[in-house]
């Protein structure tokens, strides 16, 4: 089989460190082009905008988005419209009516729609998932914190509507606990803290349970200084599983399990191939349904200002 001729679109922070090393290592593609308003790649064909980039290399079978969710649906659309494969960064949307409008768009296209969730490949996740199928969840605690000056710089867009702000992050840990509890659940109660300069929240508070009544908390914090918490402690009758560092250590009643190097991005790669070689779209929007859930049920308290420096 040919490689796959790939365009990748929005040459920032989450292309460099992870879509371009992941492609530059996996034969299935060949990255042919790229479009970014304010940066190119040397010894790649570049565009400034995605119209620019279909127009200009037609010889595109999919096309990567690694823009901003708010301005992916219009661009998702256009590559489906000429009938190119899509891949999504997380989250697939601003909106859950989007994200099921590019559903319908990839079927009527004959195209594949992979609306990726990076975290679900990290290597405790599928471990996890098999331990926790045959327990009964009691509780489940998600602590997840990180600086957003460190790792967010400059990205004003996570702070305006349909940038999520913490949940930018947040919704990654919503990614794994949808892919590794048994059950369904269901939001409660949240705290949506936001600071008075911004539209986004800067931290939050969420009380979730399943249908059996299992409690499920989650703290999502982007002013953490010091060591880094990406952690679900999940408290079964068998023990606690915990999973640690986004998702890469797995332990059980504190035992380490499972590690294994990170290898999330070459993995979303080995899948979207996959895909296009079945014909197939793989969407699934739960943890943005959670988020948007927090949205409309969330109390939102107003919290001091936030400056990036
Ligand atoms: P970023 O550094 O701001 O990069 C996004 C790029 O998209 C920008 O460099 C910009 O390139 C382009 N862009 C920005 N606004 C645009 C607009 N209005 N219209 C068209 N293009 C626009 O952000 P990022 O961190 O890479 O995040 C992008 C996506 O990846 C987000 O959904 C995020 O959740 C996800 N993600 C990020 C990380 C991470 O650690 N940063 C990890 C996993 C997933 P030009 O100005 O050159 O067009």
């Keep these: 089989m040919p490689p796959i001729k790939i365009g990748l679109v929005g040459l920032g922070k989450i292309a460099r460190d992870q879509h371009l090393p992941a492609l530059g290592n996996n034969p299935d593609f060949e990255l042919v082009a790229v479009a970014s308003r304010n940066a190119s790649l040397e010894g790649v064909a570049d565009f400034a905008s995605l119209e620019a980039m279909l127009d200009g290399a037609p010889e595109l079978d999919a096309v990567a988005l690694c823009t901003p969710p708010t301005v992916r649906h219009a661009q998702a659309r256009l590559v489906l419209?000429?009938?190119?494969?899509?891949?999504?960064?997380?989250?697939?949307?601003?909106?859950?009516?989007?994200?099921?409008?590019?559903?319908?768009?990839?079927?009527?296209?004959?195209?594949?729609?992979?609306?990726?969730?990076?975290?679900?490949?990290?290597?405790?996740?599928?471990?996890?998932?098999?331990?926790?199928?045959?327990?009964?969840?009691?509780?489940?605690?998600?602590?997840?914190?990180?600086?957003?000056?460190?790792?967010?710089?400059?990205?004003?867009?996570?702070?305006?509507?349909?940038?999520m702000g913490v949940f930018d992050p947040g919704i990654n840990a919503l990614s794994i606990v949808t892919g590794i509890l048994?059950?369904?659940?269901?939001?409660?109660?949240?705290?949506?803290?936001?600071?008075?300069?911004?539209?986004?929240?800067?931290?939050?508070?969420?009380?979730?349970?399943?249908?059996?009544?299992?409690?499920?908390?989650?703290?999502?914090?982007?002013?953490?200084?010091?060591?880094?918490?990406w952690d679900i402690h999940v408290d079964t009758d068998a023990g606690r599983l915990t999973l640690s560092k986004g998702g890469s250590q797995l332990f059980i009643d504190g035992r380490l399990e499972h590690e294994a190097p990170e290898q999330e991005y070459p993995s979303l790669y080995t899948r979207f191939a996959e895909l296009i070689g079945e014909s197939r779209s793989e969407v699934d929007v739960a943890p943005l349904r959670h988020v948007a859930d927090a949205f409309l049920l969330g109390r939102r308290e107003v919290v001091e200002a936030f400056v990036e420096t």
């Design 182 to 229: 048994p059950n369904a659940f269901f939001l409660r109660e949240a705290t949506l803290f936001v600071p008075e300069n911004r539209q986004a929240p800067i931290a939050a508070n969420l009380a979730f349970s399943d249908a059996a009544g299992a409690p499920i908390e989650a703290e999502f914090d982007f002013l953490q200084s010091g060591p880094q918490t």
């Design 81 to 163: 419209a000429r009938g190119k494969h899509v891949l999504l960064e997380k989250p697939p949307g601003a909106t859950l009516s989007e994200v099921e409008d590019l559903t319908r768009q990839a079927e009527v296209a004959g195209r594949t729609l992979f609306a990726t969730w990076h975290s679900r490949h990290a290597p405790g996740v599928a471990p996890a998932r098999e331990w926790l199928a045959a327990r009964e969840i009691q509780r489940v605690e998600i602590q997840w914190k990180e600086d957003v000056r460190v790792w967010h710089p400059g990205q004003e867009w996570l702070w305006e509507p349909g940038g």
